[in-house]
T-cell receptor, first 109, second 118 residues
Framework: AQRVTQPEKLLSVFKGAPVELKCNYS??????LFWYVQYSRQRLQLLLR??SRESIKGFTADLNKGETSFHLKKPFAQEEDSAMYYC???????????FGGGTRVLVKP | DTGVSQDPRHKITKRGQNVTFRCDPI?????LYWYRQTLGQGPEFLTY????????KSRLLSDRFSAERPKGSFSTLEIQRTEQGDSAMYLC????????????????FGAGSRLTVL
């Protein structure tokens, strides 16, 4: 079965500090990886996807097939980054997304 | 078009009652997904449609759950004989099938329908 693991339920950092959210996925062919974010009282929305190789809101994520990881990083966290972050994968054979359990990020002033 | 719409936003019901949720996807999206999310967990896949065809169902979707998308536009998710364990947020998402570009194959989520079974 496809699995996505986010080992940290909560990350608390100070404003301006780096933040890294870990995501590991079960190996299966060539998965497509995503990070979704949910700000307070808002709906789940796409943050970035690995095929785009973009930096969104200062966040980047690198797909490491050897370690089956897709960690999300930002060098200088801002208070507006406080939110729930979900890592997700789509397998080569399917169309559905499988989500991890989520990591709550709290950026303190 | 204001995105993916879900109705109702909140539903409180007694155990044993039937409930139905509606999802209106983004109009040009041909794929529609239902997910369930409980407190402290990520969204769990339930089922998805491409146009009016239901292409995949999760084992989570017991025989008390049924989803339809009769005309390939809006979808309904019905839960019969609700149980307290059905209490959750039910999320709908849609996407369009296409070449990998900025928007193709990316799920856009609705705000969800929260179900509370007493």
């Amino acid at each position: 079965a496809q699995r996505v693991t986010q080992p940290e339920k909560l990350l608390s950092v100070f404003k301006g500090a780096p933040v890294e959210l870990k995501c590991n996925y079960s190996y299966s062919g060539s998965p497509e990886l995503f990070w979704y974010v949910q700000y307070s009282r808002q709906r789940l929305q796409l943050l970035l996807r690995h095929i785009s190789r973009e930096s969104i809101k200062g966040f980047t994520a690198d797909l490491n097939k050897g370690e089956t990881s897709f960690h999300l990083k930002k060098p200088f966290a801002q208070e507006e980054d406080s939110a729930m972050y979900y890592c997700a994968r789509r397998g080569a054979a399917g169309n559905k997304l499988t989500f991890g359990g989520g990591t709550r990020v709290l950026v303190k002033p | 078009d204001t995105g993916v719409s879900q109705d109702p936003r909140h539903k409180i019901t007694k155990r044993g009652q039937n409930v139905t949720f509606r999802c209106d996807p983004i109009s040009e999206h041909n794929r529609l997904y239902w997910y369930r999310q409980t407190l402290g967990q990520g969204p769990e896949f339930l089922t998805y449609f491409q146009n009016e065809a239901q292409l995949e169902k999760s084992r989570l979707l017991s025989d008390r759950f049924s989803a339809e998308r009769p005309k390939g536009s809006f979808s309904t998710l019905e839960i019969q004989r609700t149980e307290q364990g059905d209490s959750a947020m039910y999320l709908c998402a849609s996407s369009f099938l296409g070449r990998e570009s900025r928007g193709a194959n990316v799920l856009t989520f609705g705000a969800g329908s929260r179900l509370t079974v007493l």
